[in-house]
């Protein structure tokens, strides 16, 4: 039973324009939230996190929305470049109770084209 | 991920044979995470340890596996009598304090059942 779902494996997203990822969850009693990148034979880098007492949290080209009501956040990258290529996980952590790790989805590998 | 450190990148074992992967925190963490990926898999949380102490193991596999992080030296993830079933990336991740900061991972061990 997961958890933390990205529905979509894949996306392809033209140079310049705007890359929106989506993540939807289950677990009414996670309170933060994070994303991270992936290349290929490396470990996951931190992006971007945000708690539960936000919407919305920026910094630079990534910005990362949550929509409590409907357990769904998404990450923005604006504007995408080739760089960026790669597989995103969102992960999300209860504080104060449950297990300490983080709880992944299975990624969402996107693929910024020329 | 410059910071926390895992070692072997890879490592080959035979069915039978113990695998003991190694990881060091980044400086200033006290608090070591490990997650196990499986192919086409989002990371799983395994264990969660501070110095001398197991926080969590809730996702740890109740035989075979075991982890410490002792007062001296890295966090160590041992498994007793490999299985092909075990082959995966493991990834070691730190963070300052426990909860609510952003985990950081280390490029991750391949373990290779022959």
């Known amino acids: 039973d997961q958890q933390v779902k990205q529905n979509s494996p894949s996306l392809s997203v033209q140079e310049g324009r705007i890359s929106i990822l989506n993540c939807d969850y289950t677990n009414s009693m996670f309170d933060y939230f994070l994303w991270y990148k992936k290349y290929p034979a490396e470990g996951p880098t931190f992006l971007i996190s945000?708690?539960?007492?936000?919407d919305k949290n920026e910094d630079g080209r990534f910005t990362v929305f949550l929509n409590k009501s409907a357990k769904h956040l998404s990450l923005h990258i604006v504007p995408s470049q080739p760089g960026d290529s790669a597989v995103y996980f969102c992960a999300a952590y209860q504080s104060g109770g449950g297990a300490d790790g983080l709880t992944f989805g299975k990624g969402t590998h996107l693929i910024i084209q020329p | 991920n410059a910071g926390v450190m895992q070692n072997p990148r890879h490592l080959v074992r035979r069915r039978g044979q113990e695998a003991r992967l190694r990881c060091s925190p980044m400086k200033g963490h006290s608090h070591v995470y490990w997650y196990r990926q499986l192919p086409e898999e989002g990371l799983k949380f395994m264990v969660y340890l501070q110095k001398e102490n197991i926080i969590d193991e809730s996702g740890m596999p109740k035989e075979r596996f075991s982890a410490e992080f002792p007062k001296e030296g890295p966090s160590i993830l041992r498994i007793q009598q490999v299985v092909r079933g075990d082959s995966a990336a493991y990834f070691c991740?730190?963070?300052?304090?426990?909860?609510?900061?952003?985990?950081?991972f280390g490029d991750g061990t391949r373990l290779s059942i022959l």
């Open positions: 991740a730190s963070s300052q304090s426990g909860s609510n900061q952003p985990q950081h």
């Open positions: 945000i708690s539960s007492i936000k």
